[in-house]
Nanobody, 119 residues
């Protein structure tokens, strides 16, 4: 199993980034896909999940600013991040799980991609 994130980087406050995660080694279309983030020295924060039917769920801190989507033909999940704030700075992890849970419940994890929001 592999989950490979890309798209992180440095962006100014108010800017946008789009994260991508390409999955392999499991049946992508039947899994819940999600994003979590972690500030160094702090715990994991759940960001968003998308179920196999396309239903989407978000953590309170990103509602209205972030959008999760998936392309089952490409085994890829995306996280469009708009109106970024300095407090969005973190390592963002892509993950996959078999259950439909609006939270952290995953079997597989990526290595993470760093997002830095700073002027």
């Amino acid at each position: 199993v592999q989950l490979v994130e890309s798209g992180g980087g440095l962006v100014q406050p108010g800017g946008s980034l789009r994260l991508s995660c390409v999955a392999s080694g499991f049946t992508f279309s039947t899994h819940t896909m999600g994003w979590t983030r972690q500030v160094p020295g702090k715990g994991l924060e759940w960001v968003s999940n998308i179920y196999k039917d396309g239903s989407t769920y978000y953590g309170d801190s990103v509602i209205g600013r972030f959008t999760i989507s998936r392309d089952n033909a490409k085994n890829t999940v995306y996280l469009q991040m708009n109106s970024l704030k300095p407090e969005d700075t973190a390592v963002y992890f892509c993950a996959a799980g078999p259950h439909e849970v609006a939270g952290i419940d995953y079997d597989y994890w990526g290595q993470g991609t760093v997002v830095t929001v700073s002027s």
